[in-house]
């Protein structure tokens, strides 16, 4: 599935997909934190993609497709100054979930930060109980440098977020 794969921007007929990939509040809260109004609509959706725009975008909004299906997203919001990226919003198709697309497609969007030379450090929180997406972000390179407890409350639950960064300098992790 790895060659299979495209990085593009996300586009604005991404949408009406998106919306379907977090049936619960907890499904939209893991993957946009609490401050997301479920359900996930346009208007948020549409948000984001207004700080797409311009020389120095705010963000950058990612899709992997495959076989011209969207399959996967993220998103990149850029610290220009600081040259710091923290890479969030990320998620995988319900449909493809558990195929190991995951890996490839944040490669890809890391590779994809990284041509940009101003760009010295990607951050990104996970919250501790999603071990696959930790998993995945050590087998990446990223390295563990705290817990930020009790960061996130959904309802009357509050969860503790492992903050990961990838320094451009970090060696390359053993496959």
Do not use: C
Request: aromatic share 10%; proline share 6%; net charge negative.
């Amino acid at each position: 599935m790895e060659d299979q794969l495209l990085l593009r921007a996300f586009r604005y007929d991404d949408i009406a997909s998106l919306l379907t990939w977090f049936p619960t509040a907890e499904d939209l809260a893991q993957w946009g934190s609490p401050a997301r109004t479920f359900p996930l609509d346009e208007a948020q959706i549409i948000a984001f993609l207004k700080e797409t725009e311009g020389d120095e975008p705010k963000r950058r909004m990612w899709a992997g497709e495959v076989n011209g299906a969207f399959v996967a997203t993220a998103t990149t919001i850029i610290d220009w100054h600081q040259g710091v990226v923290l890479l969030g919003f990320i998620g995988i198709s319900p449909a493809e979930r558990g195929r190991g697309l995951a890996h490839p497609f944040l490669q890809k969007v890391i590779d994809t930060t990284f041509v940009d030379e101003r760009i010295e450090r990607i951050e990104l929180n996970v919250y501790t109980f999603n071990e696959p997406a930790i998993r995945t972000y050590e087998k990446l390179g990223f390295l563990r440098e705290g817990v930020r407890r009790s960061l996130a409350r959904l309802g009357t639950v509050r969860w503790d977020a492992a903050h990961y960064a990838l320094l451009r300098s970090d060696p390359p992790p053993l496959q």
